[in-house]
């Protein structure tokens, strides 16, 4: 199948899904081609049969903002119409489905007709599109798609009741390739972080305010003062000079480490003990899934489709938004025991194996097959 997949380049989630996606799918024999303002940061390498269409805006000194919509819309014409792409795929509503619409719409006009795939992944829906500067066009681009899917069955409920939404929605969940996480196993050198006596606790996150990032610091600063620890902070974001700060007013900051933003999550989270993601929303929480397939347990709130992916007492705990007395008491009760520790990292990698890259790309062939099928 020749795929146009549309996405944000960046380090989101919503991008990481789609970038490797469509290398999976490449390596698969599908024909893939990105379209997106930048090069995917993780499509950082040769790949066969994997594509990148830069969309271009120039700029206009009329113009207060660009028109990117209309050059994205005009780019993936391009691309369908020169490649000849069989379906696209749209990650993110915001403008993505919307531009994938009138794409769809001017193509018609000469006799191609494309089916549209829209992946909804969260703050599309939670945050953004509910805001009525978007409600409108994010409705419309939702009921227009041929076929939409969630990454969790809450983000289908919240889709539902936000948007009003009658028609169908299939819910794929976010996957992650365990052959990746192997490898880097091997090579995960402790001793340059933490002494033999410490754990490792992290979080990776964009610093958004959404992911609560002054209760990640809070609960680290309980958790150490019973179980010698440190905590690496991974990413980069507006809540990180928060953070900062508040971890020079408790005297931890030479507990805590900034990382900065990196592309060897993997290599912090195979030497972590512990993974916090205490956000106030969370369609998924994709970092969640990659922390455990490291086999590295989670405690995490029970806002969205995290409990999804974490299972309670099991892979990890799931609190209450702001609970940070559970939070850290959880934490410490992982932490506290070896043979419990272990028990914990075990079953966090046996639940990360439920979303293997082999048991969610294949869901999504089926979806493009059935689009394909809706347009005959
Ligand atoms: O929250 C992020 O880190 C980025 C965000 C995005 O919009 O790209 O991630 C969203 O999509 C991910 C992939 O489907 C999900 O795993 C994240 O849970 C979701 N983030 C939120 O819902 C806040």
Redesign the pocket.
């Known amino acids: 199948m020749k795929i146009g997949i549309v996405c944000?380049p960046?380090?989101?989630?919503?991008?990481?899904?789609a970038t490797e996606l469509g290398l999976a799918l490449g390596a698969k024999e599908h024909e893939i081609h990105f379209i997106a303002y930048s090069q995917p940061v993780k499509l950082d390498f040769y790949f066969s049969n994997v594509n990148f269409h830069q969309v271009g805006v120039p700029e206009y000194p009329l113009f207060q903002y660009e028109p990117y919509e209309l050059a994205l819309t005009s780019k993936i014409v391009d691309v369908v119409k020169n490649f000849g792409l069989d379906l696209l795929h749209v990650?993110?509503a915001i403008p993505h489905a919307y531009a994938a619409y009138n794409a769809k719409q001017i193509l018609l006009e000469e006799n191609i007709n494309i089916p549209i795939v829209t992946?909804l992944?969260?703050?599309?829906i939670?945050?953004v599109g509910k805001n009525p500067f978007y409600k409108p066009a994010v409705t419309f681009s939702i009921n227009k798609s041929d076929i939409v899917t969630c990454?969790?069955e809450s983000?289908k409920v919240d889709t539902i009741e936000f948007f009003g939404i009658k028609r169908e929605i299939e819910v794929v969940h976010?996957f992650i390739d365990h052959r990746k996480y192997e490898v880097i196993e091997q090579s995960c050198p402790r001793y340059t972080i933490a002494n033999e006596t410490e754990k490792i606790i992290s979080h990776v996150?964009?610093f958004?305010e959404?992911?609560r990032i002054e209760d990640i610091i809070r609960v680290f600063n309980k958790i150490q003062q019973n179980i010698p620890s440190k905590l690496m902070m991974v990413g980069e974001g507006p809540e990180k000079a928060k953070a900062e700060l508040l971890s020079r007013e408790l005297g931890i900051e030479d507990k805590v480490i900034f990382v900065g933003k990196s592309n060897e999550v993997g290599k912090i989270l195979c030497l972590s003990d512990l993974f916090l993601l205490l956000?106030d929303?969370?369609?998924?929480?994709?970092?969640a899934?990659e922390a455990m397939a490291a086999k590295t347990p989670v405690i995490s709130t029970n806002a969205?489709?995290?409990s999804e992916v974490n299972t309670d007492g099991i892979s990890g705990f799931t609190c209450n938004v702001g609970d940070i007395d559970r939070m850290s008491q959880m934490g410490e009760y992982i932490l506290s025991d070896e043979e419990r520790l272990k028990e914990f990292k075990l079953n966090a990698y046996k639940r990360s194996r439920d979303f293997d890259i082999n048991q969610i790309v294949p869901q999504y062939e089926e979806v493009y097959k059935k689009a394909l099928n809706k347009l005959k």
């Open positions: 944000y960046t380090y989101g989630g919503s991008g990481i899904v990650h993110y992946t992944h969260g703050t599309d939670t945050l990454v969790s983000l976010n996150s964009n958004r959404v992911k956000s929303k969370e369609s998924f929480g994709l970092s899934l969205g489709g995290l």
